[in-house]
Nanobody
Framework: QVQLVESGGGLVQAGGSLRLSCTAS????????MGWYRQAPGKQRELVAT???????NYADSVKGRFAVSRDNARNTVYLQMNSLKPEDTAVYYC??????????WGQGTQVTVSL
């Protein structure tokens, strides 16, 4: 099992910033890709941002230019810096890992609420 511990969610006003953190119980070097997904009430879970073991990133069009995903391999941690937050960003954010062994794991989710 891989344990993922998420933190950083909360309530913020539109235009504000939050940084989400996700720490894995194993080295990120054993993970093919790691990133963030989100799910708003009544909606399908969607990709927000991912980063591969090689450092390649991709983002949903809706967050490009506002969000940034990064890794700290020494701490086995992935971050999601969220700037210029909008009410449409309100959702439960889930950390995701995709291991080289083809196992996938999800964090428990952290609530992000953006108010007007």
């Amino acid at each position: 099992q891989v344990q993922l511990v998420e933190s950083g969610g909360g309530l913020v006003q539109a235009g504000g910033s939050l940084r989400l953190s996700c720490t894995a119980s194993v080295s990120i070097l054993s993970i093919r890709a790691m990133g963030w997904y989100r799910q708003a009430p009544g909606k399908q879970r969607e990709l927000v941002a991912t980063i591969t073991s090689g450092g390649n990133t991709n983002y949903a069009d809706s967050v490009k230019g506002r969000f940034a995903v990064s890794r700290d391999n020494a701490r086995n941690t992935v971050y999601l810096q969220m700037n210029s937050l909008k009410p449409e960003d309100t959702a439960v954010y889930y950390c995701n890992v995709d291991k080289w062994s083809n196992e996938r794991y999800w964090g428990q989710g952290t609530q992000v609420t953006v108010s007007l």
